[in-house]
């Protein structure tokens, strides 16, 4: 069966409690009642809910209620187009629900929320269609996570405890939080119980035991070392944390993960506006691509199946999609249809990870790790005009990266168009001048950079998240002179930041145990941090982008529940949108000129694809993806560049 199918009749009742392992139900999180829905209340009956015809031609749209003998706030309700692969989510608002923009085809609906789901109703779309249905949430078997992963984490632990039942007080706890806590999260190191040889093996690795003898394999290894002096590991740090997770997470213990007794609070009203739609990557067929005897027997995580990672737009209104699965390949879809067709890259093992396009529609993308992490890495360059990667330039040709591994991966460009691609094996940023045709290779000037996030702003700098440390970086490139910037929270995880339209810079801090989750803007004018702390237990904020309102929106990683959510930065507030597939990290989003937020539930294990959230969904204009200044590339408008393509 495929992932995104509803179980059929004859298993409907048996099989109601793993409907959800397919596309994630409900919100798991505790979430209190303010007010009862049981069947169609005279209240809700009493509460008008308009239904808009499809504000598309040759689109249908769908309302309807939704009953139940307990309480219920918001619950999911799946819409399937089974004809095209294509999952619109929308959450109910005082028991009622609707949805526009669809397709015309066979859908099969149903909605559930925590330990309740429906059966699955069938019925036919056609265009212009404004039809109407009734479900009713009843006591769900035990739900499942089977079907998605989180990379990072063991989706399959079903114990979950507090963080105090999880993590008792103690000196190894304190350093657990201020080194492996924040990077891998609250759950990684309790749903991995060890012994003591195994803990001490990691400990190792990451302490870079054998670095004297041979380089570092990934960018991780040797983070407690030399490697990462951001980050304070004596040895008694280690003897406390070495005992602390053997007697806590020794070879007797279960997995368990921490379960989430704070989540941020969510708004009904606004997510009976919101509609997600995703849209899947088709699986290969018997002996082909990740199912082919030369990818499917590959070492890695991710062998064997597609997986989405970053998308950009063009300036047809196309999403292009980086899949990292092998071979890896670069993948259009036309949201307007549904249509994908997808390109193996020149090398398929070679790695990928980010793509962008620049202002002619010329496609980049820089090759990352792979199962080949020692050979040379290029900046790819693909015309979708011709559909051939005309462009593979080496990004390190004088061999300034002074290691046998390294690896690209973010990339940005200024405003004359030149790309700036960071190393983030190898803590360098490499330029691609467009007009001379030459790359010149810039080290950080920090102890072992990790370069995880790069992005342009106003003024043709260069900015870079330091994985490494929890500093930014900021390049300027009319001088090549480097500034490091510390936030208050640090050392800290930072992964990804974004420039806003008043050229301050944004990026969030991974939360670590007790320490709370931070999203951070730079105001540039006066060179001031400010720290807004997420309200969300393990908060992972991954990506950040501005909308066309000024609301910062992220992709939260968040532990096993994984949502995008806005902050409102006039009145500090923050809104939760919880996603279909809870426990896929999203890793990179991007935002349309309407103000949705585009992304790939890179975690999910079997249902790959390409994802959007229309905050309110009355304002959809067109299912295609543009940019707020039209053109993709450089974020801002350019007098140069318009001048250019004026002249021409």
């Not at 597609?306 to 047809?316: E, P, S, T, W, Y």
């Not at 090398?347 to 199962?371: A, Y």
């Not at 190393?423 to 467009?434: T, V």
Request: aromatic residues 10%.
């Amino acid at each position: 069966m495929e992932p995104w199918n509803m179980a059929s009749s004859s298993r409907r009742r048996s099989a109601a409690g793993r409907q959800a392992l397919l596309l994630v139900v409900g919100l798991t999180t505790t979430v209190g009642a303010a007010y009862a829905v049981f069947g169609v209340s005279a209240w809700v009956a009493a509460t008008p809910f308009t239904v808009e015809a499809a504000s598309i031609p040759g689109t249908a749209s769908l309302s309807g209620t939704v009953d139940s003998s307990a309480p219920f706030r918001a619950a999911q309700v799946f819409i399937r187009n089974v004809d095209k692969r294509i999952l619109h989510m929308v959450y109910t608002n005082a028991g009622q629900f609707r949805a526009v923009a669809l397709l015309p085809g066979n859908y099969e609906v149903s909605v559930s929320t925590k330990g309740r789901e429906s059966d699955v109703q069938r019925l036919v779309l056609k265009a212009g269609d404004n039809s109407k249905v009734k479900l009713s949430l009843r006591p769900s078997a035990a739900l499942t996570k089977t079907g998605e992963t989180q990379e990072g984490a063991n989706s399959s632990v079903r114990e979950e405890q507090s963080y105090d039942e999880i993590y008792p007080p103690g000196p190894g706890r304190d350093v657990a939080e201020r080194t492996c806590i924040i990077c891998h999260g609250e759950s990684w190191l309790p749903s991995r119980p060890g012994g003591q040889s195994v803990w001490t093996s990691r400990i190792d690795r990451m302490m870079g035991k054998t670095l004297s003898d041979r380089p570092a394999a990934s960018y991780a290894e040797g983070l407690l070392s030399h490697r990462a002096s951001a980050l304070r590991f004596s040895r008694q740090d280690r003897e406390d944390l070495v005992a602390y997770l053997v007697k806590n997470f020794g070879p007797g213990a279960k997995p368990r993960v921490v379960r989430i007794d704070q989540e941020m609070p969510f708004d009904e009203a606004k997510l009976g506006k919101a509609m997600y739609i995703e849209y899947y990557l088709p699986p290969d067929p018997p002996d082909k691509g990740t199912n082919s005897a030369e990818y499917n027997k590959l070492q890695g995580g991710f062998v064997g199946r597609r997986v989405g990672q970053d998308v950009r737009f063009d300036q047809d209104g196309n999403v292009w999609l980086t899949d990292r699965g092998y071979p890896h390949r670069l993948v259009r879809l036309d949201p307007r249809t549904g249509e994908q067709k997808a390109y193996e890259l020149p090398d398929p093992k070679n790695g990928i990870h980010e793509v962008n396009i620049d202002r002619t529609g010329m496609i980049w993308l820089p090759e990352h790790s792979g199962v080949q992490p020692s050979n040379v890495k290029r900046l790819l360059g693909f015309n979708p005009k011709t559909e051939k990667f005309e462009q593979m330039i080496p990004m390190d040709p004088d061999n300034v990266v002074r290691s046998p591994i390294k690896w690209l991966q973010s990339l940005a460009f200024d405003s004359k168009d030149n790309v700036y691609v960071g190393w983030i094996m190898g803590g360098a940023l490499s330029k691609y001048d467009r007009a001379t045709k030459k790359v010149s290779v810039f080290p950080v000037p920090t102890h072992n950079a990790i370069v995880y996030g790069v992005v342009a702003d106003r003024n043709d700098n260069i900015w870079m998240a330091l994985w490494d440390s929890g500093n930014i970086a900021k390049f300027d490139t009319h001088n090549n002179e480097w500034t490091i910037f510390a936030p208050p929270t640090y050392p800290g995880q930072v992964r990804r930041l974004n420039v806003d339209a008043r050229n301050n810079v944004w990026f969030g801090i991974y939360s670590a145990g007790k320490r709370p989750g931070k999203l951070v803007k730079l105001d540039q004018t006066i060179g001031r941090m400010t720290e807004y702390i997420i309200p969300r237990q393990d908060a992972n904020p991954y990506d950040v982008s501005e909308d066309a309102d000024g609301n910062i929106w992220s992709a939260d990683a968040g532990g096993s529940h994984a949502a995008l959510w806005k902050f409102n930065p006039r009145d500090e507030t923050f809104t939760l949108y919880p996603k279909p597939q809870k426990t896929a990290d999203t890793p990179k989003i991007q935002v349309t000129k309407e103000g949705a937020i585009w992304y790939s539930p890179r975690g999910s294990q079997n249902a790959p694809a390409f994802g959007v959230l229309y905050p309110d969904m009355d304002k959809i204009a067109t299912l295609g993806a543009h940019y707020l200044n039209g053109t993709p590339g450089y974020p801002f408008k350019s007098a140069a560049f318009t001048e250019r393509r004026t002249g021409e």
